[in-house]
């Protein structure tokens, strides 16, 4: 088969920021989800680091970064333009989803989990967190998206982790003065691309038939 593969894990924020942008670019896979506590050894096979999204082309390249899957796939078909236009936007955009992939994550990982990292509560990390929601709040009050005028990379990249953020206490989040950054997350899960890449499917095992994203 020429479509590639994805070995994928349906509520992990990198792999949703992978699928969505499969749907935007129009790129169809063979949908590997994967059960993190028993991972499939053709995903270790592939890439040995264990973490997912993985990508496997057909000619075998293997892509293990969920950045990464989302630029090969929005460079070799990009019909939203969720690609910035030029290397300034571009890096503005990559700046961005590392501060997310940074030092965000780390925070977010330690508000929703205090007792993996032997902390008492998660409030000093929540704190801490807020500082990068303040910040694109702040992009979100001058133009309409992170990627600009319309949706794009850096909202597809960065949503995901708002919303595990969000949803860790959602009473505190919607009590903060971020009603843009509210709405903007509100429109992203209620919207088609949200619900689609959210599509459930039965964890994949060698030998199964092959389950299409996007689904039908
Ligand atoms: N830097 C990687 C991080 C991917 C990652 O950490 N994924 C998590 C799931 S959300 C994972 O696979 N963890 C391995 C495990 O839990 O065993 C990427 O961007 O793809």
């Keep these: 088969m020429t479509e590639p593969v994805l070995y994928s894990f349906r509520r992990c924020p990198y792999a949703m920021r992978a699928r969505l942008a499969l749907l935007a670019s129009g790129t169809r896979v063979q949908l590997r989800e994967v059960v993190l506590k028993d991972k499939p050894g053709a995903l270790l096979a592939a890439s040995p680091k264990g973490t997912v999204p993985v990508m496997v082309l057909a000619g075998g390249e293997v892509i293990d970064q969920s950045l990464n899957i989302m630029l090969k796939v929005l460079r070799d078909h990009d019909p939203l333009a969720w690609l910035p236009s ?18 965000f994550k780390q925070h977010l990982d330690r508000y929703k989990y205090p007792h993996r990292f ?3 509560d998660g409030h000093e990390n929540r704190a801490q967190g807020a500082i990068f929601l303040v910040a694109i709040n702040e992009v979100l009050c ?5 990627h600009g005028p319309h949706w794009g990379l850096a909202d597809a990249a960065i949503a995901p982790f708002v919303r595990q953020f969000a949803h860790t206490d959602a009473d505190w989040f919607s009590a903060q003065p971020w009603a843009t950054l509210q709405h903007w997350l509100q429109a992203f899960e209620a919207s088609d691309t949200f619900e689609r890449c959210m599509h459930k499917v039965a964890a994949w095992k060698e030998g199964d038939a092959v389950t299409w994203f996007p689904a039908g």
């Design 86 to 103: 030029t290397e300034d936007a571009l890096a503005r955009s990559l700046n961005l989803i590392a501060r997310c992939d940074g030092e």
């Design 118 to 120: 032997n902390l008492p």
């Design 142 to 146: 001058v133009q309409n998206y992170l």
